[in-house]
């Protein structure tokens, strides 16, 4: 075998290990998920996202010191961005999460892999033709239908999904950015101290940390969650870093759509809340698009090895 075909074997199996992490973590997010909707009628949003990226930070700062991984810096603008786009995806998807079934929260987020193989082509350079960019439209029509019923429902909040999906493609944009100059733990830890240094600074200015008082910290909060929730975000973030390191952004896009399935049944069994018709029928229609997205870089893919 030549080195040209050797490298390209191993570029495959690096490609393949990316993919499969990207299954692992998207089955993971919807534990997540419960547990903050399930702390939704005690606290804010940004308050649960604040604490979740707390103790999220703690585990962070305790793998790099068990591994002795030293902490890299990267560009600032970057890091900066990152964190922000961090803090605005967890609060805008637990705001949806107030008012909203989770199932049907995350079907209307599905259009961030969409998003996603937009922000590739324009920032990250990867080649994407007209037939996925008409893909990109039909599964924005499909946003559109479970927007619709929701809107009556739900009013405003149907949006925040929207909001949390184009917040992730940019944070994913920005994490494949950083992943040729920096560590995955140090992509996430400093991705964390951002988000956690502006929701905190919200919180305070706004008086509305309730969980922190002139008399300390209330020990009756539900801190057990929290820290549950930072290990699995932890966890989940570092899994995404490492997919998005290994494989293009665009191929892994569709991987996402499996969050679904993993919504329902949580959603399910935690709430009772299962999608009605046309969420599903939206749904298809994204998961459709996404899967013709994955099907025409498969095809660019095996045309250009």
């Known amino acids: 075998m030549t080195d040209s075909a050797l490298h390209s074997a191993s570029a495959n199996a690096l490609s393949r290990s990316g993919m499969a992490i990207m299954v692992l973590a998207v089955t993971i997010v919807p534990i997540g998920d419960a547990l903050s909707k399930s702390l939704t009628s005690q606290l804010s949003p ?36 990152g964190g ?34 937009v922000l590739s082509a324009l920032f990250l350079k990867e080649k994407t033709g007209w037939r996925r960019y008409l893909a990109v439209a039909v599964g924005l029509g499909g946003v559109l239908v479970v927007i619709r019923p929701s809107w009556d429902i739900f009013g405003w909040a149907s949006l925040l999904p929207l909001l949390a999906a184009l917040a992730f493609a940019t944070n994913a944009i920005v994490m494949r950015s950083l992943s040729t100059r920096m560590g995955s733990v140090s992509i996430q830890f400093w991705f964390t101290l951002v988000a956690v240094v502006l929701l905190g600074a919200g919180l305070l200015a706004s008086g509305r940390l309730e969980l922190v008082s002139t008399s300390g910290l209330d020990m009756t909060g539900p801190w057990a969650q929290f820290v549950l929730m930072g290990a699995l975000s932890a966890f989940t973030f570092f899994l995404f870093t490492e997919a998005f390191r290994r494989t293009p ?52 893919s095996g045309r250009s090895a």
């Open 84 to 117: 922000a786009t961090s803090a605005i995806t967890l609060s805008a998807l637990i705001g949806a999460f107030v008012t909203m079934p989770i199932a049907t929260a995350i079907a209307i987020f599905f259009v961030e892999p969409l998003m996603l193989t």
């Open 46 to 81: 940004f308050e649960i996202a604040f604490w979740r990226f707390g103790f999220q930070l703690i585990v962070l700062g305790l793998v790099l010191v068990l591994l002795r991984r030293r902490l890299e810096a990267g560009p600032w603008g970057l890091i900066l961005l």
């Open 249 to 300: 952004a665009s191929t892994l896009a569709p991987f996402q759509y499996l969050e679904i399935v993993g919504a329902t049944i949580v959603g399910y069994i935690a709430f009772g809340d299962f999608p009605d018709f046309w969420t599903w029928v939206g749904t298809a229609i994204i998961l459709g698009s996404g899967l013709y997205v994955f099907h025409r870089e498969r095809r660019a």
